[in-house]
């Protein structure tokens, strides 16, 4: 993870201000912002579940002849 920061030029000190920035715009939502992203996530792994679950019930039968 460093080695893309490096590529991208952001050192410690500059993650750090980055990170005050981000605290000073967003503190009082932060919290809400987190727990809006953290449903979001678990929402979206029920859809994969789901879409797993779905594909393991299909018919693992071969095409039926209706001659």
Do not use: C, H, Y
């Not at 009082?28 to 594909?55: C, H, W, Y």
Request: proline share 6%; no cysteine.
């Amino acid at each position: 993870m460093s080695s893309l920061f490096a590529i991208i030029g952001l050192g410690p000190v500059e993650l750090v201000v980055v990170a005050v920035v981000i605290l000073l715009l967003f503190g009082n939502r932060l919290p809400a912002l987190m727990r809006s992203l953290g449903r979001g996530v678990v929402e979206f792994k029920k859809g994969t579940q789901g879409i797993e679950d779905d594909s393991d019930e299909a018919p693992k039968s071969g095409p039926k002849n209706s001659a």
